[in-house]
């Protein structure tokens, strides 16, 4: 058959049997008498041609498809995001299930018409927390930003400091999971004893972060490291520190948040934030499906140690 879709009249054809008996048999209608080996032939011969049931007819039985909606921020794609994405699809796709991935920017009319034509059988909104300012009943101290910052800002305590900065990129790229992100931070230094963190705006263009990074140095000595909001406003540091004749970690400690491919590549490499996202996204495609998301057997993000800090 080449690379064609088998369909439904194929595996009549194979199987000796009318295409209403093949739907029956496969769909497991009730009430129907068919005898044990039409139907064993019709379900072998179903294997043989790889057939697969229309989505859409699967969907209008089952009163919702086998597709799971997933509504992301616009702006950008962080590792974590990616390795979640990856999970869920890998989890779903192993139920016969499809993840859909959409933009929250999209206009309502726009969502509304996708949840019309896909009948998802979930909607996901990862931006409905961070919106909410909330991260659930324990606030994202267990497995949510906070512990992530908690797991950031240890490091650097950990290695001597105590007057640390945080590098935030431009605000016209602020977002409501950068606000979170921004936000738990603080929070996390309050709760290990750490005084407010100074937040350096490290603009996009070579020029503004030098002064940012400049300014720094002039007007708050006493601070000796610096925590990024995520990998790539701390690389900006980096390369505004370098060109500043500032090393890391011997001038300023510099650590990112959120593992990116490009952290291990400049020079000095970048310490950094890995979060687990993966098995997060595994357990929220569980979740999704009405199953047991089961055991959390591993801390929900890590150090990532390089020459930076």
């Not at 407010?196 to 400049?214: F, K, N, W």
């Not at 720094?216 to 601070?223: C, E």
């Amino acid at each position: 058959m080449g690379d064609r879709r088998a369909t439904l009249k194929d595996v009549a054809a194979a199987s000796g049997v009318s295409p209403t008996t093949v739907s029956f048999v496969l769909n497991r209608t009730p009430g129907q008498t068919i005898s044990e080996t039409t139907r064993r032939r019709v379900e072998a011969a179903a294997r043989e041609l790889d057939y697969a049931p229309h989505g859409t007819a699967r969907a209008l039985r089952e009163g919702s498809s086998r597709i799971v909606l997933l509504l992301v921020e616009e702006l950008g794609i962080g590792s974590a995001l990616r390795s979640f994405i990856a999970g869920m699809r890998s989890e779903l796709e192993a139920e016969g299930c499809a993840l859909v991935v959409h933009p929250v920017g999209s206009t309502p009319a726009t969502v509304e018409r996708i949840l019309a034509g896909v009948r998802p059988r979930t909607v996901l909104d990862l931006t409905r927390p961070y919106s909410l300012g909330t991260e659930g009943s324990d606030g994202g101290w267990v497995d949510g930003m906070a512990a992530h910052s908690l797991t950031q800002l240890r490091h650097l305590i950990q290695a001597g400091h105590s007057r640390i900065a945080l590098a935030i990129p431009p605000r016209t790229r602020q977002s409501a999971t950068l606000e979170a992100r921004r936000g738990a931070a603080q929070l996390a230094a309050a709760r290990l004893g750490l005084e407010t963190l100074r937040e350096v705006e490290i603009g996009e263009e070579p020029a503004a972060a030098r002064r940012a990074i400049s300014d720094l140095a002039r007007t708050s000595p006493q601070v000796t490291a610096i925590a990024g909001l995520e990998d790539e406003t701390a690389l900006r540091t980096l390369a505004a520190m370098a060109e500043l004749d500032l090393g890391a970690p011997e001038d300023l400690a510099v650590i990112g948040f959120d593992e990116s491919r490009h952290s291990a590549i400049w020079r000095p490499t970048l310490t950094t934030v890995r979060i687990e996202a993966e098995i997060f996204g595994r357990r929220a495609a569980r979740v999704s499906l009405g199953r047991d998301p089961g055991e959390w057997t591993i801390p929900p993000s890590s150090i990532v140690r390089r020459e930076s800090a």
